[in-house]
């Protein structure tokens, strides 16, 4: 059984010994200095949370008591079903190539060995299917070597996801890609021994399949993953923006971007419940992340979301760049399994 927790001030120490041990991975968003009170496993994502505490912390937990690991640069956890693994990368690393044949920029390159190390890990421990992927990639807008960085880390997955055997479209990890200040990137990821159903968005091209004009390489992830873990069948929706077909809209109006955002979840829900058979997902029953590029667009944003989610609905509210300049907000969420608020 997969559980959810946030953590108001990341404080994971004062909980009993029990629900400590069942942790599958946490996730501190917030200021570096918050991030120590996590303990081990942990990663610490450079999103300041918009509208409460300091730090946040996202908890990933299970009934059994995962093992833990560390496999090159990712530090993982494990129980029967479900692995949990994470790994900040400092580009600097990359600047030289390791081989003379060895093309592209540092972030490609890092981008490649992140993937290529985490998808190793997964295939080594038996689980073959990566569910679910989050991205934070440092500068995601600035244009360097002559491409904007997010299409460099899009050709580096995609090398990776090549590299070793996995499909670049089609059968895609649910994912959110956003970017943070400066520093290392960071990627976190749950990966799966059965195969999940991956969702496509009626109301938008797969991004597998956007035209080149977004970038030669184009980003491989689905818009949703739908996932059977024993008894529990449980929709992790991608980081999701304002976009129709191919096309940014409402370009400059925040309101306008957020409720676009969530017509598309409310599409990819639609087709979500179709797959399941039962309509088991609405928006007024998933938990959001929801990322703002501007901190002044947190009160239009929050709004929207709450007319059109309810109050029953956890969210959290983090500053983010969005993977295209146009883009003010991106939603991403996940339902089917419990949440905690502690
Ligand atoms: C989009 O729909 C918005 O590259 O992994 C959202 C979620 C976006 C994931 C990714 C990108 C990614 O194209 C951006």
């Given at each position: ?9 990341n404080d ?22 918050e ?7 942990s990663v610490?994502?450079p ?8 730090a ?6 299970v ?10 640069p990712?530090?993982y ?9 994470s ?5 600097a690393?990359f ?33 073959p ?5 989050w991205?934070f ?8 070597e002559?491409l904007e ?16 055997g ?11 890609a956003?970017g943070v ?7 976190y ?5 059965i195969?999940p159903?991956?969702?496509e ?6 991004a597998?399949?956007?035209p080149s ?9 689905s818009?949703?993953?739908?996932v059977?873990l024993?008894?529990q ?13 191919h096309?940014s ?7 306008a ?8 979840i409310?599409?990819?829900v639609?087709?979500?419940n179709?797959?399941s058979?039962?309509?088991r ?6 938990h ?8 002044q ?9 709450r ?8 969210t ?7 993977c295209r ?10 339902g ?5 608020e502690l």
């Amino acid at each position: 059984m997969l559980h959810a927790a946030y953590l108001r001030n990341n404080d994971l120490r004062h909980q009993p010994a029990a629900w400590q041990e069942g942790v599958l991975g946490s996730v501190c968003f917030g200021a570096s200095s918050e991030a120590s009170r996590s303990g081990p496993p942990s990663v610490w994502v450079p999103a300041l949370p918009l509208d409460q505490s300091l730090a946040v912390g996202e908890v990933w937990r299970v009934a059994d008591r995962p093992s833990s690991g560390r496999s090159g640069p990712i530090s993982y956890r494990c129980d029967d079903g479900l692995l949990f693994g994470s790994c900040t990368i400092d580009e600097a690393d990359f600047v030289i190539p390791a081989t003379p044949e060895e093309a592209g920029s540092a972030l490609q390159r890092a981008t490649a060995f992140a993937y290529r190390s985490l998808i190793a890990l997964a295939d080594r421990l038996q689980f073959p299917f990566l569910l679910r992927v989050w991205n934070f990639i440092p500068q995601i807008n600035r244009e360097c070597e002559g491409l904007e960085r997010y299409r460099q880390f899009n050709i580096g997955r995609q090398e990776a996801l090549q590299d070793r055997g996995r499909p670049t479209s089609g059968d895609v990890p649910a994912a959110t890609a956003v970017g943070v200040g400066d520093g290392a990137l960071i990627i976190y990821f749950l990966a799966g021994r059965i195969a999940p159903m991956t969702i496509e968005n009626p109301r938008q091209v797969s991004a597998f399949h956007y035209p080149s004009q977004y970038g030669v390489r184009s980003p491989s992830f689905s818009r949703a993953a739908l996932v059977q873990l024993g008894e529990q069948e449980i929709l992790f929706v991608s980081g999701t923006a304002s976009i129709v077909g191919h096309r940014s809209v409402h370009l400059d109006d925040a309101a306008a971007q957020t409720r676009e955002c969530l017509l598309n979840i409310e599409a990819v829900v639609t087709e979500a419940n179709r797959f399941s058979g039962a309509p088991r997902f609405a928006l007024s029953n998933l938990h959001y992340k929801i990322f703002v590029r501007r901190p002044q667009d947190l009160g239009l944003i929050r709004s929207e979301v709450r007319r059109a989610v309810g109050d029953a609905a956890h969210t959290l509210y983090l500053q983010a760049d969005i993977c295209r300049s146009d883009l003010l907000v991106e939603i991403e969420g996940s339902g089917g399994h419990p949440l905690e608020e502690l």
